[in-house]
């Protein structure tokens, strides 16, 4: 069976998320991406961590990046006794999963995973770093598959002809539902605000969208109200890195904003993504907050006065009402009966 990043974008190939091959990992270098196509290549598991928490790979890719370093911790411990090997494994999983506050949920989902696979390895007398990079590989054609199911589901409340507005890199359903829209000869133009201060939408939404043929115009992030009012837009959609039982959708910052003034429109706010058992309501969820210098420059470049101080939330809430579906691979929610997505199926979350 062919891989299921097969026909997709550049940055969306496994080996172009994170790849672990002899002993290292190389990882996009989302942060300068598509200015630079540069990698940033990882000696140790610690430094794939830090790569995650210094957002050198962003949206879905850190869950690549923790199952490849959990490769990569397997080949460092690859002579050590069985006990030693299962210490340091059991480390590198809480180092690799707690590289980020908000998605340790899922990344705990992802490193034990990793962890099992290593030990059956082991005592199978398999060369345990490659077993979890094969794992990791399944897993990565498990979830393309299923989130190109939920594209499905998302493009069917497309209009065939018109205007889509995005929040954020929304990872694999940006190049999975602009797929699927393309087999179905839908025409849309897509409309990415730019999601400061890494510029995920500029940089990275866009040159999907761009890569895969499409109309693509990038906005700053204080124009999504007045280009809905004057573009024609039809369908605000953004992924979640958490959705919350009680209905609650945390992304990117500037979601809710967008999605306040999608409400007073009356644009329809499709979230994809599947909710998470581990987080039943939304004051589970810890909002990181990074660097406030990083908002007081663009690109690198300063544009405020030194001495000014800067705020930097990476994420937001975004409540129930404002929200008109969750679109996962297992069909369409209300946000309010988010839990019947588990109904009959004891399987995790759905990350897009």
Known sequence: ???????????????????????????????????????????RHEEVAQAIADMVTQSAGPYAAAGMGMAQAAFEAKEFGSEQFQAHMKTAAHTLSHARPTTVARMQTITAGCLDVALNAREAGI???????????????????????????????????????TQCFGETIVGQMLRVARERGYDLKIICPETRPYFQGARLTASVA?????????????????????????????????????????????????????????????????????????????????????CLEAMGVRTAMQGVGGYYP?????????????VTDRGIFSPYDVARYFKGSDSGSLVV
């Open 1 to 43: 069976m062919a891989r299921a990043d097969k026909n997709l974008a550049f940055m969306l190939q496994y080996e172009n998320v994170a790849w672990y091959e002899g002993g290292k990992v190389r990882i996009l270098d989302r942060r300068i991406y598509p200015v630079k196509v540069e990698f940033v290549t990882c000696n």
């Open 127 to 165: 060369p345990a770093d490659l077993a979890i990079r094969e794992h990791v590989v399944h897993n990565l054609d498990t979830r393309y598959r299923k989130i190109g199911q939920a594209a499905e589901y998302l493009v069917d409340l497309f209009p065939k002809k018109g205007t889509i507005m």
């Open 210 to 294: 761009k890569d895969m043929g499409y109309d693509v115009t990038v906005i700053t992030d204080n124009m999504p109200a007045y280009t809905m009012q004057t573009k024609n837009v039809d369908v605000f959609t953004s992924a979640a890195d958490v959705i919350c039982m009680d209905g609650w959708v945390v992304n990117k910052v500037g979601t809710l904003q967008i999605a306040i003034a999608a409400k007073y429109f009356g644009i329809p706010y499709f979230v994809s993504g599947g909710p998470d058992r581990q987080h039943s309501i939304i004051d589970t969820v810890t909002i990181e907050e990074r660097d406030p210098e990083l």
């Open 314 to 326: 990476s994420f937001d809430a975004t409540p129930p009402h404002l929200v008109s579906s969750v």
